[in-house]
């Protein structure tokens, strides 16, 4: 089996999320979620929370250095030795960069970038309907992919609650961000030959059925 280090790149309300979960599970690998880690790290009420705070309450992307050691050290314990789903970095041709000086340092490289194209109509939808769970962070849809009951996680039985930063003022600026920040890494990466492109008609019920036929079709999963 290939080693897989992939990294997921998406808009916010891509279903980046979503894809990159079903992706671990299928492989086994781990999942680094920038955004699930600074928002831990809010609620531990711990310096790096606090510092990320201002920026993600006003939809701005925190520092590039912040954001990269903090990726560089999760990546550093063992459980990343097997692979990992890199998902919501990089967002800055600039984290690009710090992320191939420290994957070279560990020897290692990503090996696809699994790109979501989704039209910016449908990613204003899915964010203004979205809930997260408080436990595990599983995310669902009010209307395209609610839970069995309402307000409860189907995974993990949490409380589901909307983001503070999923609210109309933030997500446009949100959007905004991304289309100037990280919409040149689709180019940066298609350059390295690099990208794949997911197709958009998965659905979220699907998820773990669709990713396990492309990931096999990619020679990516034991059978
Ligand atoms: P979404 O992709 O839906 O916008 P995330 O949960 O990935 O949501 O990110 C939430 C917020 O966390 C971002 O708006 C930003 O403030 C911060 N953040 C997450 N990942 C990064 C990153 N790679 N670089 C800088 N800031 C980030
Ligand atoms: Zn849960």
């Known amino acids: 089996m290939k080693k897989a280090n992939l990294i997921m790149l998406g808009a916010p309300g891509s279903g980046k999320g979503t894809r990159a979960s079903a992706i671990c599970e299928v492989l086994g690998i781990i999942q680094v979620s920038t955004g ?8 531990a009420g711990t310096p790096l929370g606090k510092e990320a705070e201002s920026y993600m309450n006003k939809g701005e992307l925190v520092p590039d250095g912040v954001t990269a050691a ?12 097997g692979g990992f789903v890199l998902d919501g970095f990089p967002r800055t041709v600039g984290q690009a960069k710090l992320l191939e000086e420290m994957l070279a340092q560990m020897g290692e490289r990503i ?22 769970c408080r436990g595990c962070q599983a995310s669902f849809h009010k209307d395209y992919n609610p839970p069995k009951v309402a307000g409860v996680c189907d ?3 949490g409380e589901l609650y ?4 999923d609210k109309p003022e933030t997500v446009k600026n ?5 289309e100037q920040n990280t919409l040149p890494l689709v180019d940066y990466y298609r350059q390295k030959g690099l990208i794949v492109e997911l197709p958009p008609e998965l659905s979220p019920k699907g998820a773990l059925g669709d990713m396990r036929e492309l990931c096999s079709k990619w020679g990516l999963v034991r059978e």
Not at 36 to 43: M, V
Not at 70 to 81: G, H, N, S, T
Not at 162 to 165: F, H, I, K, S, V
């Open 36 to 43: 699930d880690l600074f928002r831990s790290n809010l609620k």
């Open 70 to 81: 903090m990726v560089k050290e999760r990546l550093l314990q063992p459980d990343a030795k």
């Open 111 to 132: 090996c696809a970038v699994l790109y979501l194209d989704v039209p910016e109509s449908e990613l204003v939808k899915r964010i203004s309907g979205r809930l997260v």
């Open 155 to 157: 995974k993990c039985g």
């Open 162 to 165: 909307t983001r503070d930063d």
């Open 174 to 178: 949100r959007l905004k961000v991304f």
